[in-house]
C-alpha cells in the first residue's frame, strides 16, 4: 500500500483538485485531502532512511530550499499556535514531498502514461458537464464546476497535453480537441487566448505556413467578435484587458507596501488587507484576493524571503528551458511551465496548496529537472 501511494501520490492529489472543484464534492475532496496529508505524513515517517535520498536529490533540490525557507520563516515569524501558518507550512512541504517521491519512484509512469490519464479524465469532466447543463451559450460556461476560470484551466491543460504529446491524430482525438477548445472560450477566460497561441508555437514554431494559420484564426477572432457572447475574445474587447484587474493590484501592491520586508505571514497567500479598500467596493464583495501570483508571494513572504523564492523558480525555469531537447513530453511540461507563469500575471497562481494548475507548474518543474539530470548521470 505505501509502495503505491509513493508511486501514485501525485495522481490522488492532482485529481483530488477536480473534487474540490466541485461544489457537491468538495466535502469529499476536503477529506481525501486531509486524510493523503496524515498517511502520507506517516508512510514518510516509517520510511525515511528511504525517503531522505529522494528529498536531498539533487533533480529536487529547490524544491528543498523553498521548504527550508519556509521553515525558517515559521520559526522566526510564526508560533507553535499560529495554527494556520503550521497548516500551510506542513501542507507546503507534503505537496513538494508528493511530486518529488512519486516522479523518483514512478518516472516512466509520468512519462509515458500520465498525460493519457489526465486527457480522459478532464473529458470525463466535459462529458458530465454536458449532462448537466448543456447551456454553452448562455454567459460564461462553468459545467459542474464552480468557477468558470478553474474549468478553463482543465479543459486549456488538457488541449496542451493533447496536442503536444501527438503528431497525428485519430477523430477521436480531435473531437477532443475541438471540445476543449470550444469550452476554453465559451468559459471567458482572457488567458486562453495567450495559452492557445504559446501551445501553438511551441508545437509548430515560427514559419511561413505557421503565418498562414495564424491568419485563418484571426479570421474565426473577427466573426466571433461579432455574436454576442461571453468567450474570451469577446470578454477582452467588451472591456479592456485589465479593466477588472487594476484595482485588484492596485490593492494588493498597497497591501504589500505597508509590510515590505517580512510580509504578512504563510497563513496570509492571496492576501488584501481590506482595510485600505474603499467601503463602496468592499461591501460590493469585488476585491476578494490579489490576482497576481507574485504580488500574492510579495505580500506573504515580504521582499525578502518572497523575492528568493520568485528568484528560485525563475532560476529554475531559465536553465531547464535552456537544456531540454523539445520532445514530445518536454513541450507539455514547458507549456505547463510557461503557462503558469504568464497567468500568474493575472491569476493567484504558485501560491496555493489545492489548486490544479499550481500543483502541476511544480510538478513539471521537477520532472523536466529530473528528466536533466537523468539524462546528465548517462553520459
Request: net charge positive; charged share 10%.
Amino acid at each position: 500500500m505505501i509502495k503505491w501511494l509513493f508511486k501514485y501520490g501525485f495522481v490522488l492529489f492532482l485529481f483530488n483538485t477536480i473534487f474540490l472543484s466541485i461544489e457537491s464534492t468538495y466535502f469529499i475532496g476536503r477529506v481525501i485531502f486531509l486524510s493523503l496529508m496524515v498517511i502520507y505524513s506517516f508512510a514518510m515517517l516509517i520510511n525515511f532512511h528511504v525517503i531522505k535520498q529522494v528529498i536531498f536529490h539533487k533533480s529536487f533540490l529547490f524544491l528543498l530550499l523553498i521548504n527550508i525557507l519556509n521553515f525558517i520563516y515559521f520559526i522566526f515569524f510564526h508560533s507553535i499556535d499560529d495554527l494556520d501558518a503550521l497548516q500551510y507550512l506542513l501542507a507546503r512541504t507534503i505537496q513538494f514531498s508528493i511530486i518529488t517521491i512519486s516522479i523518483y519512484f514512478n518516472f516512466n509512469y509520468y512519462r509515458n502514461n500520465f498525460q493519457s490519464l489526465l486527457v480522459f479524465l478532464i473529458a470525463m469532466i466535459l462529458v458530465i458537464s454536458f449532462l448537466y447543463d448543456i447551456n454553452l451559450f448562455s454567459g460564461r460556461y462553468s459545467g459542474i464546476i464552480w468557477n468558470p476560470n478553474m474549468l478553463s484551466s482543465f479543459v486549456t491543460v488538457a488541449f496542451g497535453f493533447l496536442f503536444l504529446s501527438n503528431n497525428n491524430f485519430t477523430i477521436r482525438q480531435y473531437i477532443l480537441l475541438f471540445c476543449f477548445f470550444l469550452v476554453a472560450l465559451l468559459t471567458g477566460s482572457r488567458s486562453v487566448i495567450f495559452a492557445f497561441g504559446l501551445i501553438y508555437l511551441i508545437k509548430y514554431g515560427v514559419s511561413l505556413k505557421n503565418i498562414l494559420y495564424s491568419l485563418s484564426l484571426f479570421l474565426i477572432f473577427f466573426l466571433l467578435l461579432n455574436l454576442k457572447l461571453e468567450t474570451s475574445i469577446n470578454r477582452i474587447f467588451s472591456q479592456e484587458i485589465f479593466n477588472d484587474r487594476l484595482l485588484q493590484f492596485e490593492y494588493a501592491y498597497q497591501t504589500f507596501i505597508q509590510k515590505p520586508y517580512f510580509g504578512y505571514g504563510l497563513d496570509k497567500y492571496s492576501y488584501i488587507d481590506l482595510s485600505l479598500v474603499p467601503n463602496f467596493l468592499k461591501n460590493s464583495g469585488y476585491i476578494i484576493s490579489s490576482h497576481n501570483g507574485y504580488l500574492a508571494i510579495l505580500t506573504q513572504y515580504g521582499l525578502i524571503f518572497g523575492g528568493i523564492i520568485i528568484l528560485i523558480f525563475v532560476i529554475k525555469t531559465i536553465e531547464l528551458l535552456n537544456s531540454v531537447k523539445y520532445d514530445s513530453e518536454d513541450k507539455v511540461y514547458i507549456f505547463c511551465i510557461t503557462y503558469t507563469l504568464v497567468y500568474a500575471v493575472f491569476e493567484t497562481m504558485i501560491t496555493g496548496i489545492n489548486e490544479f494548475q499550481t500543483i502541476l507548474f511544480w510538478f513539471s518543474l521537477a520532472f523536466l529537472s529530473h528528466k536533466k539530470n537523468l539524462k546528465a548521470n548517462e553520459s
